[in-house]
């Protein structure tokens, strides 16, 4: 799984949050009880849980809002205290309306423990899908894995699959504008 953290315009995005430590998926035991150093690889990439200014989660499933929270002093609170979590308008209805049936399931486990508690502590922006954000990263409608699921590229070009932004990193990769990529654990930043 996947995080990419975009450095643009003096913001820091971070882009979807992977499995998560901590988290019960029945269905899925690889993805049950991590204990990653996710948050180690985000600072080896230059930034603190304090840094991030919004956290885009491109669609609500498990492998992707699993850093959302964290659980302390036994309760799920939001991983980055500091960010507006955004979330996509026909995403978020869709997930709400399967846990107010009651419906199971390792999506609906997250939803549970990595998006409740972010709507229940405020730190939620729920936006339609043809969003920009802060001038910057294009959220547009890419549904199909998910009802809601979204795409970003730079607002200024606004075509799919083009960023301007400084540069994409994640905990376990990194790939720069030129095309280059790198892995974190085994190479240092580039700078």
């Known amino acids: 799984m996947h995080s990419w953290l975009v450095e643009t315009e003096g913001k820091r995005i971070l882009i979807d949050g992977c499995v998560g430590n901590g988290k019960v998926r029945d269905a899925r035991p690889d993805w049950c009880n991590l204990s990653t150093a996710f948050l180690d690889r985000l600072a080896?990439?230059?930034?603190?849980?304090?840094?991030?200014?919004?956290?885009?989660?491109?669609?609500?499933?498990?492998?992707?809002?699993?850093?959302?929270?964290?659980?302390?002093?036994?309760?799920?609170?939001?991983?980055?205290?500091?960010?507006?979590?955004?979330?996509?308008?026909?995403?978020?209805?869709?997930?709400?309306?399967?846990?107010?049936?009651?419906?199971?399931?390792?999506?609906?486990?997250?939803?549970?423990d990595s998006v409740l508690p972010i709507l229940e502590a405020g730190r939620a922006l729920v936006v339609d899908e043809d969003h920009v954000l802060e001038g910057v990263l294009h959220l547009a409608p890419a549904p199909g894995h998910?009802?809601?699921?979204?795409?970003?590229?730079?607002?200024?070009?606004?075509?799919?699959?083009?960023?301007?932004?400084?540069?994409?990193?994640?905990?376990?990769?990194?790939?720069?504008?030129?095309?280059?990529?790198w892995a974190a654990s085994t190479r240092p930043r580039p700078r």
């Open 44 to 112: 080896e990439a230059g930034a603190t849980p304090d840094d991030i200014d919004y956290v885009l989660c491109t669609h609500l499933h498990a492998d992707h809002v699993g850093w959302n929270t964290r659980l302390i002093d036994g309760r799920w609170v939001p991983t980055f205290p500091n960010a507006t979590y955004v979330f996509g308008r026909t995403e978020h209805a869709f997930w709400q309306a399967e846990h107010e049936k009651g419906a199971r399931g390792p999506h609906l486990q997250a939803y549970r």
């Open 146 to 181: 998910t009802p809601g699921t979204w795409r970003s590229g730079s607002a200024a070009d606004r075509r799919p699959g083009r960023s301007r932004a400084t540069s994409f990193i994640t905990p376990s990769r990194c790939s720069i504008p030129n095309g280059a990529a």
